[in-house]
């Protein structure tokens, strides 16, 4: 199935994976430009990985990744989602001085609309930063990487805490490293 997939320049990577942007081709879409979250397979997809494909499968928004497919190939499984030309919000911001107001309303209100939209369908991201919001070519702002998002649904308390460190709600930190008292 791999052969579906050309893979080009990387886009960035994580603690699940790399993301590259690809050509993929495929029945229904014919053949475009997409993203390619690959993620290494010790042996088979591990319950993150298939939760995170479950999301992104259930999730239709104007202002979520639109998911493709998800191929799997020798040692990886691929999830194959929308491109965004302008990348990450963070490093589109971290290479500006200054922003056109109208783009940071514009981004704010894209990003409370996908906010909005999880909320409805009870799932919480737990992982909501910068880095996780991509800009498509026409300046819309998707919401990314679900990788450790959580269905509110769900009765299962068995989970810690995860997420970034830098990003973390500082009431979740007890889960990370316990500070010795003073």
Aim: charge should be positive; charged fraction near 30%.
């Amino acid at each position: 199935m791999g052969a579906n997939l050309t893979y080009h320049e990387r886009l960035g990577s994580g603690a699940s994976g790399e993301v590259f942007r690809v050509t993929w081709k495929s029945k229904e879409f014919g053949t475009i430009e997409a993203a390619a979250k690959k993620i290494r397979l010790d042996e088979e997809p591990t319950a993150q990985q298939k939760s995170e494909i479950e999301f992104l499968k259930r999730l239709d928004h104007k202002n979520i990744v639109k998911y493709y497919d998800t191929v799997l190939e020798k040692k990886h499984v691929v999830i194959v989602t929308e491109y965004a030309a302008k990348g990450s919000l963070y490093d589109y911001l971290k290479d500006k001085d200054k922003l056109p107001e109208h783009l940071l309303h514009r981004w704010i209100f894209h990003l409370a609309r996908g906010v909005n939209y999880l909320k409805e369908n009870d799932v919480a991201h737990r992982d909501l930063k910068s880095p996780n919001c991509i800009l498509t070519a026409d300046n819309v702002l998707k919401i990314c990487d679900f990788g450790i998002a959580k269905d509110l649904t769900s009765t299962k308390t068995t989970e810690s805490a995860k997420g970034s460190i830098r990003w973390i709600a500082p009431e979740l930190l007890t889960d990370f490293a316990t500070v010795p008292e003073r």
